[in-house]
């Protein structure tokens, strides 16, 4: 079996994420209690012991939550960046010296079968990254907060069988929203967040034959609807392919509920 994932929760409000192979089993970010990871992944027919680590995009809150208590409970090795670690330290309380891994930006690790390698995106945090999973052929990317997709991100996320992209916000609602300006200047800008008309954009440039479907995540709950995002995005990919072109299949990330397991590598 290859890589299998679930997205336990994805938006403002907290954000986790399961990768498994037969021998690797990661969590990416803890933005959510402890107890509620805990609940999530217990529906998905999984238990905390079973993971070997947990893998930190930043030190936003919103993604470390529950990160210090899970690693304590579990006595499980955290990875981060250096500038990462700072800000972690100011935060999540003490962790074991020996679960305190730096994963430098751009480093690949292995955790039994399954490859995990870094890669830098553009975000207001110390040093923000996104994820890439490797088994044999099959290739997971993940690609959210991110202010916009630089050419150094689309190389590195392009040919996924599976993309978990950002698709924030709709323009138009955030403009018209109730969010102060200096919090919609913050969003629009280029270490803010993916509007759903930039999610199309960027999606057209990586998006091959091989990609079989892109979850769109990190949803504002003010400023857009998912099926305004699969919409928008769509709309997006359609003006720029040619009918013959491959489609990959939009899929949808929950605020409040996880994601069906998914097999990547599977049509």
């Given at each position: 079996?290859?890589?299998?994932?679930?997205?336990?929760?994805?938006?403002?409000?907290?954000?986790?994420?399961?990768v498994?192979?037969?021998?690797?089993?990661?969590l990416?970010?803890?933005?959510?209690?402890?107890?509620?990871?805990?609940?999530?992944?217990?529906?998905?027919?999984?238990?905390m012991?079973e993971?070997?680590?947990?893998?930190v995009?930043?030190e936003?809150?919103?993604?470390?939550?529950?990160l210090?208590?899970?690693?304590?409970?579990y006595?499980?090795?955290?990875?981060a960046n250096?500038?990462?670690?700072e800000?972690l330290d100011r935060?999540?309380?003490?962790?074991?010296?020996g679960?305190?891994?730096?994963?430098?930006?751009?480093?690949?690790r292995?955790?039994?079968d399954l490859?995990v390698?870094s890669?830098?995106?553009?975000?207001?945090?110390?040093?923000?990254?996104?994820?890439?999973?490797?088994h044999?052929e099959?290739?997971?990317?993940?690609a959210t907060?991110?202010?916009?997709?630089?050419?150094?991100?689309?190389?590195k996320?392009?040919?996924?069988?599976?993309?978990?992209?950002?698709?924030?916000h709709d323009?138009?609602?955030?403009?018209?929203?109730?969010?102060?300006?200096?919090?919609k200047?913050?969003?629009?800008?280029?270490t803010?967040?993916?509007s759903?008309?930039a999610?199309?954009?960027g999606l057209?440039?990586v998006?091959?034959?091989k990609?079989?479907?892109?979850?769109?995540?990190h949803?504002?709950l003010d400023?857009?609807?998912?099926?305004l995002?699969?919409?928008t995005?769509?709309?997006?990919v359609?003006?720029?392919?040619?009918?013959?072109?491959?489609?990959?299949?939009?899929?949808?990330t929950?605020?409040?509920?996880a994601t069906?397991?998914?097999?990547?590598?599977?049509?």
């Open positions: 079996m290859g890589i299998r994932f679930t997205v336990l929760a994805s938006g403002s409000t907290g954000n986790a994420m399961v498994t192979t037969d021998q690797g089993k990661v990416i970010d803890a933005g959510l209690s402890a107890k509620k990871v805990e609940g999530l992944l217990k529906e998905k027919g999984m238990s012991d993971l070997d680590a947990v893998l995009t930043h936003h809150s919103d993604h470390i939550k529950g210090g208590a899970i690693a304590r409970k006595d499980l090795p955290v990875y250096e500038k990462t670690w800000e935060s999540i309380g003490e962790i074991a010296e679960n305190r891994c730096v994963m430098q930006t751009g480093e690949m292995e955790f039994g490859q390698e890669y830098g995106i553009s975000h207001d945090a110390a040093e923000p990254v996104g994820y890439c999973f490797y044999g099959e290739k997971l990317s993940l907060d991110l202010g916009y997709m630089s050419s150094k991100v689309k190389e996320i392009q040919d996924s069988d599976v993309l978990i992209l950002e698709s924030n323009i138009e609602m955030l403009r018209m929203g109730r969010y102060p300006w200096n919090i200047r913050r969003i629009l800008g280029d803010g967040h993916l759903n008309e999610a199309g954009e057209v440039d998006m091959t034959t990609t079989k479907r892109v979850y769109l995540a949803l504002s400023h857009n609807m998912l099926d995002a699969k919409l995005v769509n709309n997006m359609e003006d720029r392919l040619q009918p013959d072109d491959h489609r990959a299949k939009l899929m949808g929950y605020h409040n509920r069906e397991w998914d097999q990547v590598g599977e049509d």
